[in-house]
């Protein structure tokens, strides 16, 4: 991926997230946010370049400003093997190792032969209770759902029977990119092929508001979630961790 990708997911990402307060400094973007989701609070490069060993000092202020631990996320890139290093010199220890995959929409909506999900442009309250119900951690879910009913350009897909959602997702649409987040599926329904279907509504809606080209973030050790984009034609561009002091681990549920 060139460096204008780059850029644009990275920005996508954060909006799709939601953080309380996004400032730009020397070509990094840092959220601050005092919820539980990783990205809307971890300081982010823009390219995939060499930095310099100096700006830890000044993201390190700039976080405990605002009373937040310093958290990086650093891609698995040479270019980034000094800093890394440098990181691991003062501490820092690398945690959830996650991937960043693209696929095209018109592959994605393929995925499922079933009916697409639903997608709407608010989200409701039965949408919502799915993050909050067995199965999740409950104050996530809350966090979650916070953030993404507040991000702008964003859907809200939901798979439903008798007014229950059963799986759902959200796509945020924005920097060129359709986004993938906040998939999940009822534990009770798992294995049916809903998730599928939450990704072919999501497609739809991207191509149907001129998005082809959608990326989307998954833990490393997923396998089940690795073999459902793969389906989707979801290839990996790249894979960070979060890099954090091991004294104020873990924040990343």
Not at 42 to 53: G, N, S
Not at 86 to 100: D, H, I, P
Not at 189 to 214: K, W
Request: net charge neutral; charged share 20%; glycine share 10%.
């Amino acid at each position: 991926m060139d460096d204008h990708d780059i850029q644009a997911i990275e920005r996508a990402t954060l909006m799709a997230v939601a953080p309380e307060a996004v400032v730009e400094w020397n070509g990094w973007l840092l959220p601050f946010d005092h919820g539980t989701i990783g990205r809307a609070k971890a300081a982010v490069p823009l390219r995939h370049a060499p930095v310099p060993i100096d700006v830890i000092d000044t993201l390190e202020a700039r976080y405990a400003e605002q009373g937040l631990p310093c958290t990086l996320r650093i891609a698995d890139v040479p270019a980034f093997a000094p800093f890394i290093d440098e990181l691991q010199r003062r501490g820092y220890v690398g945690a959830k190792a996650t991937l960043v995959q693209t696929a095209s929409a018109q592959r994605m909506q393929q995925v499922s032969s079933g009916i697409p999900a639903t997608v709407g442009r608010q989200p409701d309250d039965a949408w919502a209770a799915l993050f909050l119900g067995e199965g999740f951690d409950p104050v996530d879910g809350a966090n979650r759902v916070r953030a993404l009913s507040r991000a702008p350009d964003s859907r809200y897909a939901s798979v439903r029977e008798g007014g229950r959602t059963l799986a759902c997702g959200t796509v945020a649409l924005g920097y060129g990119w359709a986004s993938v987040h906040g998939m999940r599926t009822d534990a009770a329904h798992r294995g049916q092929g809903l998730a599928g279907r939450v990704l072919a509504g999501i497609a739809q809606s991207a191509l149907a508001e001129g998005f082809e080209r959608v990326f989307l973030q998954v833990e490393a050790h997923n396998p089940a979630a690795h073999a459902l984009y793969r389906r989707a034609g979801f290839e990996t561009a790249w894979g960070y961790c979060y890099w954090q002091r091991p004294s104020t681990l873990p924040t990343f549920p």
